[in-house]
């Protein structure tokens, strides 16, 4: 006998699986990126050593607070926002009249952290972002009424944000087209770089960007086909470099195919010429008394903080700065990998 109209029984609808232990999306990867279906996940990862994909630990907030040393009432600026770890740490000690500009050339993660800031009570009267490159740190200052900044913090690293999405092409971790820009929306992406550079320029480029050791055979085979995307450029590495170099062991392929990825990123965008743009704009920037810290990443960052520091203690423009670079503590370098690279510096500004 049919069922009387308007009493139909509801449509069954399929749980939707994990699609197993090597599912093709990235969003279905990573079991932390869905916490509300696997609220244990996220814990697991942090335990081991490792970072939530989609998620970004700052690191060494401790150490940057106190070479900072942020007081309420002090005009800061974030020169790369990223996450807003720093930013948040900054803002709760600058509080309560104190006001922060956050700096990102991402336009993807700009507005997301924005959002997140704004839902924790940091409203526009003490926090402003700005989608710049930190070149141009002093424009940006220009253009929100600020004249001289009290802290100043910048944070080189790439955001696990950006790191973990494949789309984005900055690791081989997962498959994705081969990018690399900070701003997808100006430049020109990594693929296009390689295929423009003739060996002997990507030669110079691995040596000056990672301090390749085997950057004339890498270089070699970068240029021996077409590379579009993360796998197929880490692909040709590994295997090319196996047979170029007979000797090489796995732990030193694995190294130059992350000193490639790594040289080629910095070249897509520009990084050491807008390092050093930033470390010229610093002392026009900080008022008198005013602190400077800046985090890196690897040795060609380091170096040009520490000579523009020096030299501007030797020029009477810093009254002091750090002599030897701060790691990250053992407990934090367990508990996030990700931190072991980093090296600190600070600088503080002449009253005079």
Request: proline share 7%; with cysteine; aromatic share 6%.
């Amino acid at each position: 006998m049919p069922e009387p109209p308007g009493d139909e029984s509801p449509t069954h609808t399929r749980r939707r699986r994990y699609s197993g232990r090597n599912p093709r999306d990235f969003r279905d990867k990573y079991k932390e990126l869905n916490p509300e279906r696997y609220p244990d996940e996220r814990l697991k990862v942090l335990a081991s050593g490792k970072t939530p994909a989609g998620t970004h630990r700052p690191i060494m907030v401790a150490e940057v607070l106190e070479c900072l040393h942020p007081q309420p009432g002090d005009i800061a600026v974030d020169c790369t926002l990223g996450g807003g770890g720093h930013a948040q740490a900054i803002l709760d000690r600058i509080a309560p009249d104190g006001r922060l500009l956050g700096i990102d050339a991402d336009p993807f993660e700009l507005p997301r952290t924005e959002a997140r800031l704004r839902a924790a009570g940091y409203g526009p009267d003490r926090f402003v972002t700005r989608h710049a490159n930190f070149a141009g740190l002093h424009k940006a200052l220009a253009d929100e009424g600020i004249e001289h900044a009290n802290v100043l913090l910048a944070d080189l690293g790439v955001s696990s944000m950006q790191y973990d999405n494949p789309d984005r092409g900055f690791s081989y971790k997962g498959a994705g087209p081969l990018d690399m820009r900070m701003n997808p929306q100006k430049g020109e992406p990594a693929a296009a770089l390689l295929a423009r550079l003739s060996q002997i320029e990507l030669e110079c480029l691995l040596e000056d960007n990672s301090d390749e050791p085997h950057a004339r055979a890498i270089a070699e085979l970068l240029k021996s086909q077409p590379l579009e995307t993360t796998h197929a450029l880490e692909r040709v590495v590994r295997i090319g470099l196996t047979v170029a170099v007979p000797q090489i062991t796995k732990a030193d392929v694995k190294l130059s195919t992350r000193r490639t990825f790594q040289a080629l990123r910095i070249a897509v965008n520009d990084e050491f010429a807008a390092l050093d743009a930033l470390l010229r704009a610093v002392p026009h920037c900080l008022a008198p008394g005013g602190r400077v810290a800046v985090l890196t990443f690897h040795s060609g960052e380091d170096r040009r903080v520490k000579k523009a520091f020096q030299a501007g203690y030797r020029a009477g423009i810093y009254a002091d700065i750090a002599t030897e670079v701060i790691r990250s503590g053992k407990e934090e370098t367990f508990s996030n990998r990700r931190a072991s690279s980093a090296k600190l510096r600070w600088a503080i500004k002449a009253k005079a």
